[in-house]
Protein backbone atom coordinates (compact mmCIF):
# COMPACT_ATOMS: atom_id res chain seq x y z
CA UNK A 1 0.00 0.00 0.00
CA UNK A 2 1.56 3.07 -0.96
CA UNK A 3 2.09 6.02 1.54
CA UNK A 4 1.37 9.48 1.84
CA UNK A 5 3.13 10.79 -1.12
CA UNK A 6 4.31 14.36 -1.74
CA UNK A 7 5.71 16.62 -4.07
CA UNK A 8 7.23 18.58 -4.98
CA UNK A 9 10.23 17.41 -2.08
CA UNK A 10 12.57 20.18 -2.58
CA UNK A 11 11.42 23.72 -3.87
CA UNK A 12 13.47 26.88 -4.42
CA UNK A 13 11.57 29.94 -5.09
CA UNK A 14 12.01 33.89 -4.72
CA UNK A 15 10.04 36.14 -2.81
CA UNK A 16 6.76 36.89 -4.46
CA UNK A 17 6.28 33.91 -6.42
CA UNK A 18 3.83 31.27 -5.88
CA UNK A 19 4.34 28.13 -4.87
CA UNK A 20 2.16 24.33 -5.17
CA UNK A 21 2.42 21.56 -3.05
CA UNK A 22 0.96 18.54 -3.53
CA UNK A 23 -0.16 15.68 -1.13
CA UNK A 24 -1.90 12.43 -2.06
CA UNK A 25 -2.91 10.56 0.59
CA UNK A 26 -3.29 6.82 1.61
CA UNK A 27 -6.01 5.31 -0.57
CA UNK A 28 -9.30 5.60 1.38
CA UNK A 29 -8.55 7.95 4.01
CA UNK A 30 -11.01 10.21 4.51
CA UNK A 31 -8.71 12.90 6.84
CA UNK A 32 -6.19 15.09 5.55
CA UNK A 33 -3.85 17.43 7.33
CA UNK A 34 -1.12 19.74 7.01
CA UNK A 35 1.06 20.50 9.15
CA UNK A 36 4.41 22.76 8.83
CA UNK A 37 7.93 23.38 10.34
CA UNK A 38 9.55 26.67 9.83
CA UNK A 39 12.78 28.22 11.09
CA UNK A 40 13.75 24.92 13.28
CA UNK A 41 10.78 25.72 15.50
CA UNK A 42 7.93 23.27 16.48
CA UNK A 43 5.46 21.76 13.72
CA UNK A 44 2.59 23.47 14.05
CA UNK A 45 -0.98 22.75 12.25
CA UNK A 46 -2.36 24.29 9.60
CA UNK A 47 -5.38 22.69 8.60
CA UNK A 48 -7.40 19.55 8.58
CA UNK A 49 -9.99 18.52 5.84
CA UNK A 50 -12.52 15.50 6.12
CA UNK A 51 -13.08 14.35 2.43
CA UNK A 52 -13.60 18.13 0.77
CA UNK A 53 -14.56 20.07 3.23
CA UNK A 54 -12.51 21.72 5.35
CA UNK A 55 -12.58 20.72 9.27
CA UNK A 56 -10.53 22.86 11.25
CA UNK A 57 -8.18 25.65 9.32
CA UNK A 58 -7.72 27.15 12.45
CA UNK A 59 -3.90 27.32 11.92
CA UNK A 60 -3.51 28.81 8.58
CA UNK A 61 -1.21 32.07 9.32
CA UNK A 62 -2.74 34.48 7.21
CA UNK A 63 -4.62 34.57 3.38
CA UNK A 64 -1.72 33.86 1.47
CA UNK A 65 -1.93 30.27 2.01
CA UNK A 66 -4.93 28.68 0.39
CA UNK A 67 -5.63 24.86 0.54
CA UNK A 68 -7.93 22.90 -1.60
CA UNK A 69 -8.79 19.00 -2.26
CA UNK A 70 -11.48 18.68 -4.68
CA UNK A 71 -13.55 15.87 -5.02
CA UNK A 72 -11.71 14.84 -1.29
CA UNK A 73 -8.71 13.06 -3.11
CA UNK A 74 -5.60 14.75 -3.20
CA UNK A 75 -4.43 17.57 -1.79
CA UNK A 76 -2.98 21.07 -3.03
CA UNK A 77 -1.42 24.38 -0.67
CA UNK A 78 -0.75 27.06 -2.66
CA UNK A 79 1.47 29.73 -1.24
CA UNK A 80 1.12 33.38 -3.21
CA UNK A 81 3.02 35.73 -2.93
CA UNK A 82 5.37 33.65 -0.88
CA UNK A 83 7.71 35.59 2.07
CA UNK A 84 10.83 34.68 3.33
CA UNK A 85 9.51 33.48 6.37
CA UNK A 86 7.42 30.68 4.91
CA UNK A 87 10.82 29.06 4.08
CA UNK A 88 10.59 25.51 6.08
CA UNK A 89 9.11 22.16 5.74
CA UNK A 90 5.62 21.41 5.08
CA UNK A 91 4.19 18.01 5.84
CA UNK A 92 0.99 16.28 4.84
CA UNK A 93 -0.75 13.55 6.91
CA UNK A 94 -4.30 11.29 6.75
CA UNK A 95 -5.61 8.92 9.03
CA UNK A 96 -8.63 6.99 8.30
CA UNK A 97 -10.51 8.11 11.23
CA UNK A 98 -10.82 11.48 13.60
CA UNK A 99 -10.00 10.59 17.06
CA UNK A 100 -7.83 11.29 19.35
CA UNK A 101 -5.56 8.06 19.46
CA UNK A 102 -5.91 7.54 15.91
CA UNK A 103 -2.66 7.06 13.73
CA UNK A 104 -1.72 9.65 11.66
CA UNK A 105 0.49 8.85 8.50
CA UNK A 106 2.94 11.12 7.44
CA UNK A 107 4.39 11.93 3.94
CA UNK A 108 8.11 12.84 3.77
CA UNK A 109 7.80 16.38 3.55
CA UNK A 110 7.87 19.15 1.15
CA UNK A 111 10.84 21.14 1.46
CA UNK A 112 10.45 25.19 0.87
CA UNK A 113 13.25 27.96 0.69
CA UNK A 114 12.11 30.99 -0.26
CA UNK A 115 15.06 33.39 -1.25
CA UNK B 1 -3.70 26.10 25.46
CA UNK B 2 -2.16 22.69 25.13
CA UNK B 3 2.03 22.72 24.82
CA UNK B 4 4.61 19.77 24.67
CA UNK B 5 7.98 20.54 26.50
CA UNK B 6 11.03 17.88 25.31
CA UNK B 7 14.48 18.13 26.40
CA UNK B 8 16.49 20.34 24.18
CA UNK B 9 19.04 18.55 21.90
CA UNK B 10 21.82 17.31 20.75
CA UNK B 11 21.77 14.47 22.84
CA UNK B 12 24.77 12.88 21.93
CA UNK B 13 25.49 9.12 23.03
CA UNK B 14 28.11 5.81 22.99
CA UNK B 15 26.53 2.65 20.73
CA UNK B 16 24.90 0.18 23.54
CA UNK B 17 24.43 3.26 25.71
CA UNK B 18 21.40 3.42 27.58
CA UNK B 19 18.74 6.77 25.96
CA UNK B 20 16.34 8.62 28.23
CA UNK B 21 14.54 11.89 26.10
CA UNK B 22 11.83 13.93 28.97
CA UNK B 23 8.40 15.07 27.58
CA UNK B 24 6.16 16.78 29.58
CA UNK B 25 2.95 18.19 28.65
CA UNK B 26 0.20 20.66 29.49
CA UNK B 27 -3.30 19.36 28.37
CA UNK B 28 -7.03 19.82 29.61
CA UNK B 29 -9.08 16.20 29.11
CA UNK B 30 -7.41 12.85 28.24
CA UNK B 31 -4.77 13.11 25.09
CA UNK B 32 -3.32 10.51 23.30
CA UNK B 33 0.52 10.97 23.69
CA UNK B 34 2.69 9.89 20.79
CA UNK B 35 6.42 9.38 19.82
CA UNK B 36 7.24 10.63 16.62
CA UNK B 37 10.95 9.77 14.64
CA UNK B 38 12.41 11.43 11.55
CA UNK B 39 15.52 9.87 10.21
CA UNK B 40 17.79 11.90 8.18
CA UNK B 41 16.52 12.64 4.87
CA UNK B 42 13.04 10.70 5.46
CA UNK B 43 9.37 12.07 6.69
CA UNK B 44 8.02 11.65 9.99
CA UNK B 45 7.33 8.32 11.29
CA UNK B 46 5.03 7.47 14.08
CA UNK B 47 7.61 5.26 16.97
CA UNK B 48 4.86 4.79 19.29
CA UNK B 49 1.74 5.62 21.10
CA UNK B 50 -0.43 5.65 24.26
CA UNK B 51 -4.00 6.73 24.60
CA UNK B 52 -4.82 6.64 28.49
CA UNK B 53 -3.04 6.63 31.40
CA UNK B 54 -0.70 4.18 32.05
CA UNK B 55 -0.09 2.87 29.13
CA UNK B 56 2.81 1.77 27.46
CA UNK B 57 3.63 2.28 23.94
CA UNK B 58 6.90 0.10 22.38
CA UNK B 59 8.08 -0.30 19.33
CA UNK B 60 12.00 -1.18 17.80
CA UNK B 61 13.38 -1.30 21.92
CA UNK B 62 11.81 2.13 22.67
CA UNK B 63 9.18 2.34 25.47
CA UNK B 64 7.76 5.57 26.58
CA UNK B 65 4.66 5.38 29.78
CA UNK B 66 1.81 7.70 29.89
CA UNK B 67 2.11 9.30 33.51
CA UNK B 68 -0.89 10.93 34.10
CA UNK B 69 0.54 12.10 37.79
CA UNK B 70 3.51 13.83 36.76
CA UNK B 71 2.11 14.68 32.75
CA UNK B 72 5.05 12.95 31.29
CA UNK B 73 5.86 10.46 28.63
CA UNK B 74 9.39 9.82 28.40
CA UNK B 75 11.10 8.23 25.92
CA UNK B 76 13.71 5.22 26.61
CA UNK B 77 15.86 2.52 25.19
CA UNK B 78 17.87 0.35 26.85
CA UNK B 79 20.61 0.20 24.27
CA UNK B 80 21.17 2.55 21.32
CA UNK B 81 22.67 2.04 17.70
CA UNK B 82 24.06 4.02 15.57
CA UNK B 83 20.36 3.49 13.32
CA UNK B 84 18.90 5.14 15.97
CA UNK B 85 20.34 8.24 14.77
CA UNK B 86 17.33 10.77 13.85
CA UNK B 87 15.01 13.95 15.37
CA UNK B 88 12.99 13.00 18.14
CA UNK B 89 9.16 14.14 18.77
CA UNK B 90 6.75 14.14 21.23
CA UNK B 91 3.49 14.85 20.56
CA UNK B 92 0.13 15.07 21.97
CA UNK B 93 -3.61 15.31 20.62
CA UNK B 94 -6.10 17.91 21.77
CA UNK B 95 -9.95 18.16 21.62
CA UNK B 96 -9.93 19.57 18.01
CA UNK B 97 -7.77 16.85 16.78
CA UNK B 98 -4.46 18.69 16.39
CA UNK B 99 -1.25 17.45 16.95
CA UNK B 100 0.62 19.40 18.84
CA UNK B 101 4.23 19.16 19.10
CA UNK B 102 7.48 19.06 21.40
CA UNK B 103 10.58 21.27 19.59
CA UNK B 104 11.91 17.81 19.01
CA UNK B 105 15.58 16.38 19.93
CA UNK B 106 17.82 15.42 17.39
CA UNK B 107 19.70 12.10 19.07
CA UNK B 108 23.32 11.10 17.59
CA UNK B 109 24.65 7.89 18.33
CA UNK B 110 28.57 7.52 17.80
CA UNK B 111 30.18 4.54 17.29
Known amino acids: EAGVTQFPSHSVIEKGQTVTLRCDPI?????LYWYRRVMGKEIKFLLH????????ESGMPNNRFLAERTGGTYSTLKVQPAELEDSGVYFC?????????????FGEGSWLTVV | GDSVTQMEGPVTLSEEAFLTINCTYT??????LFWYVQYPGEGLQLLLKATKADDKGSNKGFEATYRKETTSFHLEKGSVQVSDSAVYFC??????????WGAGTKLIIKP
Open chain 2, 27 to 32: ATGYPS
Open chain 2, 91 to 100: ALTNSNYQLI
Open chain 1, 93 to 105: ASSHRTFSGNTIY
Open chain 1, 27 to 31: SGHDN
Open chain 1, 49 to 56: FVKESKQD
